[in-house]
């Protein structure tokens, strides 16, 4: 089973999202095995952006990551990567598909709500650099029969 790491971003959060974007991963049959509401450190920013260090968005990129809290998540599922990445749509908002929650809630790229892996490789160092093992919970839930073939 794969896992992948979200975050719902400051502009999701203050609009009220958090429960909105977290159902449609839950309906999906995504099963939720970490979670934690937090303030991003700059460093914590740069670290996790590093890849677009340099980019003509990076600065207000870190800006808009810090500035305001995030509810940031482990989901695991078959293809969890692909699944959720597909969930949340393409990072234009413009350009991500109907139903998807950038389309359904989004405008402009530079607010475009959430983050989501964007392969197995990253996957997991994402959450190991947001996550300690700990805090994550290996779980059986009644439905998993129904959901993972
Ligand atoms: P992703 O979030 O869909 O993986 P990336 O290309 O990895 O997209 O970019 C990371 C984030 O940087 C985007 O989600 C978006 O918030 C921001 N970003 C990317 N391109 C632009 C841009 O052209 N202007 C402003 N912000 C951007
Ligand atoms: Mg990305």
């Not at 991500?96 to 989501?116: I, K, M, Q, Y």
Request: hydrophobic letters at 40%.
């Amino acid at each position: 089973m794969q896992k992948t790491f979200v975050i719902v971003k400051p502009d999701a959060v203050q609009r009220g999202l958090i429960g909105e974007i977290t159902a449609r991963l839950e309906r999906r049959g995504l099963k939720l095995v970490g979670a934690k509401f937090l303030a991003v450190s700059q460093e914590l920013a740069e670290t996790h952006y590093a890849i677009h260090k340099g980019k003509p968005f990076y600065e207000g990129l870190i800006n808009y990551i810090t500035s305001s809290p995030v509810m940031a998540m482990v989901w695991e599922g078959p293809d969890a990567i692909a699944a959720v990445r597909q969930t949340m749509g393409a990072t234009r908002p413009t350009e991500a598909a109907p139903g998807s929650v950038r389309h359904d809630f989004g405008l402009e790229v530079g607010r475009n709500l959430t983050h989501a892996s964007d392969s197995p490789e990253n996957g997991e160092a994402e959450v190991n650099l947001w996550f300690k093992p700990e805090e994550l919970v290996s779980w059986e839930r009644a439905t998993d029969a129904w959901i993972f073939e």
